[in-house]
């Protein structure tokens, strides 16, 4: 499987929309960590706030690009050669799991790199903040590969992708609503639900969702969006071996 994984890394890596998304997750990073106190919607104060809060540009891009890529292999008749080859499809499916988890990462590492640059400081609450986004962004790149694999149209599989992704960034406006107006036992609860989600985790990690008291703790996130990937990438296998390729 390992091949398959380099395999898919390379090619992913050469995309020309990959290549100008980690380009632009540097250059917006960098400009928004530097001057986003300047804009006066935004009052988070810190330099590394702007720079975790413009973080969701990662997520936005997997919501593009993912499910689309991973759906590539049924519609370009790309597993086929694959399956001749000796492997099989959860093989297939994880290794581009594992593929399009690395090239997130890489992206991560613009985004980490712009905000430094933007004049952002490493401090406790920004590592935590960072770690905590590389796994959010697992968990979302895991449900994107799930819905890839599963719908074999890949404009459709992309247009999803992109529908998910905004349902999920209303859905956390309804859920600050559910918290705010919750309290004791049931707020905790709705505060754990809204975590489950990739989107209310990068929001929950912002400065706003902080000061609403809307972040778990950085070891509850962390596993939360352990197993949602777990989850997703289970959902995203099953029956895999089974399915024909018309």
């Known amino acids: 499987m390992n091949n398959l994984i380099k395999a898919n890394f390379i090619r992913i890596i050469k995309n020309p929309l990959y290549e100008i998304s980690c380009v ?34 990662t997520l936005a891009f997997s919501a593009v690009f993912v499910a689309g890529f991973m759906n590539f292999e ?25 593929s399009q988890i690395q090239v997130n990462m890489l992206m991560l590492g613009f985004w980490i790199i712009g905000a430094l640059m933007g004049g952002a400081h490493v401090t406790q609450r920004s590592f935590y903040a960072v770690v905590t ?14 819905l890839g694999m599963r719908v074999r149209n890949q404009i459709l599989a ?3 992708g992109i529908i998910v992704f905004f349902i999920l960034t209303n ?26 989600s990739p989107v209310g985790q990068w929001f929950a990690n912002s400065w706003y969702g902080v000061m609403l008291e ?19 990438v289970l959902l ?3 029956r895999l071996n089974k399915r024909e390729l018309n």
């Open 24 to 57: 632009l997750a540097l250059l917006i990073t960098a400009w928004f960590t530097a001057f986003g106190d300047k804009m006066t919607i935004f009052h988070m104060g810190t330099k590394e706030e702007f720079a975790i809060f413009i973080g969701a540009g």
């Open 74 to 98: 049924y519609s370009e008749g790309v597993i086929r050669n694959k399956v001749t080859a000796g492997h099989n499809q959860w093989e297939i499916f994880l290794s581009n799991v594992v």
């Open 133 to 146: 986004a590389l796994f959010y962004n697992i968990a979302f790149v895991c449900i994107m590969a799930a």
């Open 158 to 160: 992309s247009s999803i």
């Open 171 to 196: 859905g956390f406006l309804i859920g600050n609503a559910l918290v705010a107006f919750s309290e004791g036992t049931v707020q905790k609860v709705f505060i754990v639900l809204y975590n489950l």
């Open 214 to 232: 809307m972040n778990p703790g950085f070891f509850t996130s962390v596993l939360l969006s352990l197993i949602v990937s777990i989850a997703a």
């Open 236 to 238: 995203g296998g099953i």
